[in-house]
Every structure is written in C-alpha cells, then in structure tokens.
C-alpha cells in the first residue's frame, strides 16, 4: 500500500498505455478483415483520400494558428508570477494530441467501413463487431492519450512547481503548476472547436447537396454511385462525425479532469498524497473507467439476427457505468482522508473556516460522482426517447409530413424545444446534488465521473458513422439487398447513439463549465458576481446571445457550401452524359473539394468568436463582467446544444423511418412517396442543426471558459492569491475544520 501511496502520480499515465496498448490489438483485428471486392476498395480508397486530404488541408491551417497563439502564450506568461512561458509547451501538446486523436479515430474509421460493409455480406453478428470494433479503436485511443498527456504533464509541472521548490499544494506554487497545465486543454479544445465546426460544415454541404439533388430531384439513393456528391458525404461522415467528435471528446474529457484538478487545490486535505489526492482524484477515476470501458466493450455482441443491437450497446455500457461507479467507492474511500475537508477561499485571515462555509466528507465526494453517472445515464436515455425510431417524439413528425414540408419543419422545431424540458431538470438537480454532497468540488467531481466512461460512449457513438459508411459503399457498389438491411439497421442505431452522445456531451460540458466558472472565480479574485450592476447584466445578455449568432455563422456556412454543391451536382448530371445509365463516372474530386474549401474557409469565424471575446470583454470591461458573460453563454448554450442536436436527431430517424414504411392514418407510405419527400426536407434542415452548430455548442462553452480562466491571473493583476492564506506545505498539512459547520 506504501507503494501505491508514493507512486500512484506516475501510474496514472500507464492507465492510458493500457488504453492504447488494448487500442492498437483491436486496430490490427480490423485491419486484418477482409475489405471485400476491388470496386469495394476502390470506393474506400476514394473515401480515405477525400478525408486526408481535408486533414491535411485543415491541420495546415490549424498550424499557423497554434503558432501564434503559442508565441502569445508564452509572452503572457512572463508578465504574472503565477505562470511561465511553459504555458505554450503545454498548449502545444494539447493541441497536437487533440488533432491526433481526431486522425487516429478517422484512420481506423477509413479502413473499418468497407470490412464492416463485407462482414455484412454474412451476418448482422459479424458486420456490428467489425464496426464496433472499429469504434472502440477510436475510443480508447482518445481516452489513453487523454490520460497520457494529462497525467504526464501534471507529473512534470508539479514536480518543477511544487515538489522542487517546496512549495505549497493549496497556494501559488500547485496554482502555479496548474495554471500551465490549463494550457494543455486550452490547445486541446481550440483544435476541437475548429475540428468539429470544419468538419461539421464538410459534411453537411455534402449530405444536403446528395439528398437535395440525388433524392428530391433525380430519385436516387444519396449513396447510389451515379450521384457525384455521394463521396464527399461518406468523407464527411469522417471528417465531421469521426476526425471532429474524436477531438470534441478529447477536449472535453481533458477540460473535465482539468476542472476538477484546479477546484482539488483549494481542498485542505491531510492524505497519504502529500495533499494532492483531491487533485489526482479525476484523473484516477478517469483511468479507471478507461479499464472497465475496456471490459464493457468486450461486452457488446449479438448472434441472431433478430437481435437488438440497441440492446447489446446499452448491455456494454451499463456494464462499464456501473463497475465504474463500485470502483470509484473503493477510490474514494482509499484517497482520500476520514477527515472533513473545506476549500481555501472558506478560510478568513486567521486561518479558521468561516461560519456557513460547506464542509464534506469523502461519503460526499462519493455520492457526487454517483450524481454525475445518474445525470448523464438520465440524459443518454431521455436524448434516445426524444430521437429513436418508434417513439412519440419521432412519431409525431412523421405524422406531421403527410400534410407536407411545412408542418414536418413545424413538428421537427416543436420536439427541439421540448427535448430540452427534462435535460434542463435533471441537470439542474444534478448540479443542486452534487453541491449538496460537496460543494463546489462536488460539482466537478460529478463531470469527472460522468466522463469517466468516455471510452465506452465514444465507441458507441463513433460505430455509427462506420456503419454509415458501410451503407453507403454497400449501395454504391449495388450490393444484394441483404446487405444494405443490415447496414441500414446499425445505422438507424447509429443515428440513435450519435444523438445520445451529444447529449451526453452537452450535459457534461453544463457540469465540466459551472466548475470552470467557479475556478475562474477564485482565481480572478472575485467574491461574487452582482446581476444587480448594470455593466455585468450586459454582459450576461451579451453571453446569452453568443450561442445564437456562432449557430448562425454554421448554419449559414454549411447554407452557402451546399448551394455550391448543388449546382455541382446540377452540372454533372446537365453536362456528363451516361451517369444515370451507369455509362460515364461521377466527377467525384469535384464535390470533395468544394467541401474541402468551404470548410477550411468558413470555421475560422466561430473559431475566433470563442476564443477572443472572453479576452475583449474581460481586459475591457474586468473579471465580474467577464462573469457574466460565461453565465449566459453556459445557460444559452446548453439550451442551443440541446434543441437543436435533438431536433436534428428526430428529423434524421423520421426520414429513416419511410424506409421500412410509415403508417399514417392507415395508409403505408414508402420512399419516394410525398410524406417521405416532406421528411427529406425536414432532414435536410436538421443536419446542420445535428452536426455542425449543435454538438458544437459544448466545445463553445467550455473553451471560453478555459480562455477565461487562462486570462484570469491577467485581470488580478497577477496576483491570485491576493488574500494571505495559511501555507499548507506539502510535507505537513494542518487540516482545521468548524465543528460547528
């Protein structure tokens, strides 16, 4: 046990090796399947092509822009004492681990599609292994280098921070230390941002323009090979659904363990760890999810074909929750001390707890976690009800399209909006339970726990596009109709837990934000923030209204991708005799680029709203504006993320619903029919709204809070810990609590 005590900090990053070690084994199984026949290849070579050439073409970008902000990462730190110019090293880390997770995920994605697309040729069993498969890769490698990059920076800078100076774990020396480290999120969901705002706007210029002319106007599947935008939308299933949600995730889990790692300073805590086990907590519970995400994985499988696969997912990953949350008691119980625990800002000159402040105990930061798992299994099913096939919600737009497009629109908008009623409650009792159990660490305790099966729902979430892509080269290489039905049956579940991850992600970043905010209110020096001052009601309707005019720079993005798309199409189809006949070939790289182009060129807007207004705002107006601001872009953006990801996930599976018939009124419509035309169009507008502006909200939310909390030293005027507080060293910790509180 003494063992464990000294060397747990450096066992934390080989939680990740694992994770990576399991990664690679399961990335050569895939490899190793058969990729079928040579026009099945060739069509997945055309895929992997158009989606490493957008990479190529985005990472180029992305470079220049990790320069500059490094260099003014670097400078910024040499004008406070509580940072360094490290702060750029660690940026830079982030950033690169970020984009390389998103290119680990697309890789395997590239090559998982078209096995999964033969493995269908015979069985359903054999075709969701191969894509599951494919999606674990993604997972786990996202969480192992999360874990990786995390743990061995924070070994790094608390050792030259901390350890080496002496100095203390709940002052400037771990605030120090940690205020480097925030560099390493900040780099990572900058690229994130950029990730999924790019390759959300690649794919959805792509998918409109096959559905609009493929579909609505020439009557043909999007993935038939005679539609010449049907390539660009498979890479965009890639670039936008892989490459940017493996990168949105990675950034997410890092600003979660970040989060709660800055909050555990202000803990006085008399442990085995030195003092730092509030600290090393998250990213503990963290690697321990990764391990049992590992066995839920193992989990998923099915032998009939009758089976659900909804039900051999959901088997995976309540097994992986709920082995999480039994470990996470033992962790808990063994971190952390008997003793109760206040935070340093509860502390007044003297040293002595402040009457009213909250004091807690480990049971506390236990039921926290637990907390956290309940909120996000609650949104994971609440989002599933609100987008699956075969219940209300869904139900009652497919209803609404037998009397046409405008009422589908309707309907659509209408279960948007009341998708967000119950995540909002459950949410909100989230937060009031975890502050309840622990205060403000309990709050980001529950994001960590929630976050600690990202592995699992990565998976599950990213097995959706494979399959997708499976579909798709099954149509396009007019494979037997067999196959297409199996293909179409993951990707109906695809379209399911891909919802139910953004909502799973959305609730997160709630969580993962109000901790960020209150790290950024401890460390700009601000007691409270007054809605009742005039300059900070401003800014919190300023804040408010960020979400709206971002969401509208992506949907006006993808708007003016895909007109260009269509008239592509247009073209082609006007000027290249024998497509319909199968008699000349699609000028595919056309449509790719023209994806290609407008993403690179229209992500950089929002990109920059995220990044500079918390800078403006805070060095213009002072860190109790600047509050305020991060108050309503957290509120508006939860709202935003929510509606419009759920709107979009119904509109989607009421499109999907015509494929195996509707029943409406008593009478069966099919595709091709006017109802199942209406749904196409409500699908349409639903896709930026599901894969563009919608999951983007989460990163937007939580990267100006991390912009904010990088910048708060700055509004103190670098002077964090303006107040003496009483030194706790990191040999010998005195812990006084109120035992009157």
């Given at each position: 046990m003494d063992f464990l005590n000294?060397?747990?900090?450096?066992?934390?990053?080989?939680?990740?090796?694992?994770?990576?070690?399991?990664?690679?084994?399961?990335?050569?199984?895939?490899?190793?399947?058969?990729?079928?026949?040579?026009?099945?290849?060739?069509?997945?070579?055309?895929?992997?092509?158009?989606?490493?050439?957008?990479?190529?073409?985005?990472?180029?970008?992305?470079?220049?822009?990790?320069?500059?902000?490094?260099?003014?990462l670097a400078w910024s730190g040499t004008t406070v004492a509580t940072s360094s110019p490290v702060i750029a090293i660690s940026f830079v880390c982030g950033a690169f681990l970020s984009a390389f997770a998103g290119f680990l995920g697309m890789r395997i994605?590239?090559?998982?599609?078209?096995?999964?697309?033969?493995?269908?040729?015979?069985?359903?069993?054999?075709?969701?292994?191969?894509?599951?498969?494919?999606?674990?890769?993604?997972?786990l490698g996202v969480a192992g280098l999360a874990i990786i990059g995390l743990g061995s920076l924070f070994i790094v800078f608390y050792t030259m921070y901390v350890k080496n100076t002496g100095g203390s774990v709940n002052g400037e020396a771990m605030a120090k230390a940690l205020d480097v480290l925030a560099?390493?999120?900040?780099?990572?969901?900058?690229?994130?941002?950029?990730?999924?705002?790019?390759?959300?706007?690649?794919?959805?210029?792509?998918?409109?323009?096959?559905?609009?002319?493929?579909?609505?106007?020439?009557?043909?599947?999007?993935?038939?090979?005679?539609?010449?935008?049907?390539?660009?939308?498979?890479?965009?299933?890639?670039?936008?659904?892989?490459?940017?949600?493996?990168?949105?995730?990675?950034?997410?889990?890092?600003?979660?363990?970040?989060?709660?790692?800055?909050?555990?300073?202000?803990?006085?805590?008399?442990?085995?760890?030195?003092?730092?086990?509030?600290?090393?907590?998250?990213?503990?519970?963290?690697?321990?999810?990764?391990?049992?995400?590992?066995?839920?994985?193992?989990?998923?499988?099915?032998?009939?074909?009758?089976?659900?696969?909804?039900?051999?997912?959901?088997?995976?990953?309540?097994?992986?929750?709920?082995?999480?949350?039994?470990?996470?008691?033992?962790?808990?119980?063994?971190?952390?001390?008997?003793?109760?625990?206040?935070?340093?800002?509860?502390?007044d000159a003297a040293g002595a707890v402040k009457a009213g402040s909250l004091v807690f105990t480990k049971n506390g930061v236990f039921m926290s976690i637990v907390v956290g798992l309940v909120v996000g299994t609650l949104m994971s099913m609440i989002t599933e009800y609100y987008t699956a096939m075969g219940k209300r919600p869904v139900l009652s737009i497919i209803r609404q399209s037998s009397t046409?497009?405008?009422?589908?629109?309707?309907?659509?908008?209408?279960?948007?909006?009341?998708?967000?009623?119950?995540?909002?409650?459950?949410?909100?009792s989230g937060i009031y339970g975890s502050y309840h159990f622990a205060g403000l660490y309990g709050v980001a305790i529950a994001a960590a726990g929630m976050m600690?099966?990202?592995?699992?729902?990565?998976?599950?979430?990213?097995?959706?596009?494979?399959?997708?892509?499976?579909?798709?080269?099954?149509?396009?290489?007019?494979?037997?109709?067999?196959?297409?039905?199996?293909?179409?049956?993951?990707?109906?579940?695809?379209?399911?837990?891909?919802?139910?991850?953004?909502?799973?992600?959305?609730?997160?970043?709630?969580?993962?934000?109000?901790?960020?905010?209150?790290?950024?209110?401890?460390?700009?020096?601000?007691?409270?923030?007054?809605?009742?001052?005039?300059?900070?009601?401003?800014?919190?309707?300023?804040?408010?209204?960020?979400?709206?005019?971002?969401?509208?720079?992506?949907?006006?993005?993808?708007?003016?991708?895909?007109?260009?798309?269509?008239?592509?199409?247009?073209?082609?189809?006007?000027?290249?005799?024998?497509?319909?006949?199968?008699?000349?070939?699609?000028?595919?790289?056309?449509?790719?680029?023209?994806s290609t182009k407008a993403s690179i060129r229209e992500m950089v807007a929002p990109g920059l709203i995220a990044l500079i207004t918390p800078v403006i705002i805070g060095f213009a107006f002072g860190p109790e504006v600047l509050g305020g601001l991060l108050a309503g872009v957290t509120v508006s953006g939860v709202l935003m993320g929510i509606f419009q990801s759920n709107a979009g996930g119904a509109w989607d599976n009421a499109k999907k619903s015509f494929e195996k018939g509707c029943l409406i009124n008593g009478e069966m419509y099919y595709k091709k029919s006017e109802p199942h035309k209406a749904s196409v169009t409500g699908d349409t507008v639903g896709d930026p709204f599901k894969d563009t502006s919608g999951p983007s909200m989460n990163i937007l939310i939580k990267l100006m809070s991390i912009v904010s909390l990088v910048i708060a030293p700055h509004l103190n005027n670098g002077q964090r810990l303006q107040k003496e507080q009483p030194q706790h060293s990191v040999i010998t910790h005195v812990i006084k609590v109120d035992k009157k509180a």
């Open positions: 000294n060397y747990l900090i450096y066992l934390i990053p080989v939680f990740g090796l694992v994770g990576i070690l399991f990664m690679a084994i399961k990335s050569a199984w895939v490899v190793k399947q058969d990729a079928g026949d040579g026009d099945m290849a060739q069509l997945a070579g055309y895929i992997a092509d158009g989606a490493m050439a957008f990479l190529r073409a985005e990472w180029k970008i992305l470079s220049y822009f990790v320069v500059v902000a490094g260099i003014l994605a590239t090559k998982a599609n078209v096995r999964t697309t033969q493995a269908a040729r015979t069985s359903l069993a054999q075709a969701l292994k191969v894509s599951f498969t494919g999606g674990t890769v993604m997972g560099g390493f999120s900040l780099g990572a969901e900058s690229i994130a941002l950029f990730a999924r705002v790019g390759g959300g706007i690649y794919t959805k210029a792509a998918d409109v323009g096959a559905d609009l002319v493929g579909k609505v106007e020439a009557g043909i599947p999007e993935d038939d090979v005679r539609n010449p935008a049907t390539i660009a939308d498979n890479v965009g299933d890639n670039v936008g659904d892989v490459a940017g949600m493996g990168a949105d995730l990675f950034g997410s889990y890092v600003a979660t363990m970040l989060a709660t790692m800055v909050l555990g300073r202000e803990i006085v805590s008399h442990d085995a760890f030195g003092g730092i086990a509030p600290i090393l907590l998250p990213m503990v519970i963290a690697g321990m999810g990764l391990i049992f995400s590992i066995v839920g994985a193992a989990m998923v499988r099915i032998k009939n074909e009758t089976d659900s696969v909804q039900n051999a997912l959901n088997i995976g990953n309540w097994a992986s929750i709920i082995l999480t949350a039994i470990a996470t008691y033992f962790l808990v119980q063994w971190m952390l001390p008997n003793d109760s625990f206040h935070m340093v800002r509860d502390e046409g497009h405008a009422t589908n629109i309707i309907g659509g908008l209408a279960v948007g909006m009341e998708s967000t009623v119950l995540p909002i409650l459950v949410l909100a600690a099966t990202t592995a699992m729902q990565l998976a599950i979430d990213a097995f959706g596009p494979i399959a997708d892509n499976a579909g798709g080269i099954a149509e396009m290489s007019r494979l037997p109709e067999e196959v297409r039905h199996r293909t179409d049956n993951l990707d109906a579940v695809g379209n399911t837990t891909a919802a139910t991850g953004k909502g799973f992600a959305i609730a997160s970043a709630a969580l993962t934000s109000l901790a960020l905010f209150a790290a950024f209110v401890g460390v700009a020096g601000i007691e409270h923030i007054d809605i009742y001052k005039a300059d900070v009601l401003a800014g919190l309707f300023v804040g408010g209204m960020i979400p709206f005019i971002f969401s509208a720079l992506c949907i006006s993005a993808v708007g003016r991708a895909a007109m260009a798309m269509v008239e592509e199409v247009r073209r082609q189809f006007r000027e290249i005799p024998g497509i319909m006949e199968y008699k000349a070939k699609p000028e595919y790289e056309k449509c790719v680029a023209i």
